[in-house]
């Protein structure tokens, strides 16, 4: 099992903020598109459900960036990101959900 990195729960609850947020979500299906922003629909749920473990999620993020060599898919960047207006982060967003699925759990 790898080790849990202390900011895995950070990251899950950052990452369930930004999915938890309207407009957020709004401007994302407008950038990256409807398609591409629906096709993430059960990853934005399973995240957002108040049963999801936020350590969990911050892992299958932490596995994904290292998968993608993709450091700028951390959630807390891609929030301040969003915040200073860069809309492309929203293309972030749609890879980083579309990645998670095939992340293992780890137990």
Not at 11 to 32: F, M, N, P
Not at 71 to 77: D, E, F, K, V, W
């Amino acid at each position: 099992r790898p080790h849990v990195r202390a900011d895995d729960a950070v990251e899950g609850a950052a990452l369930r903020a930004l999915l938890s947020d309207y407009e957020t979500c709004v401007r994302c299906e407008a950038v990256a598109g409807a398609a591409r922003w629906r096709a993430c629909d059960a990853a934005r749920a399973a995240i957002t459900a108040e049963e999801t473990d936020d350590e969990e999620t911050g892992f299958r993020v932490a596995a994904v960036m290292d998968a993608l060599d993709a450091p700028h898919l951390r959630p807390t960047g891609m929030r301040a990101r969003l915040e200073k207006g860069v809309d492309a982060t929203c293309h972030g967003v749609v890879t980083l959900l579309s990645n998670l699925s095939s992340m293992k759990r780890h137990n």
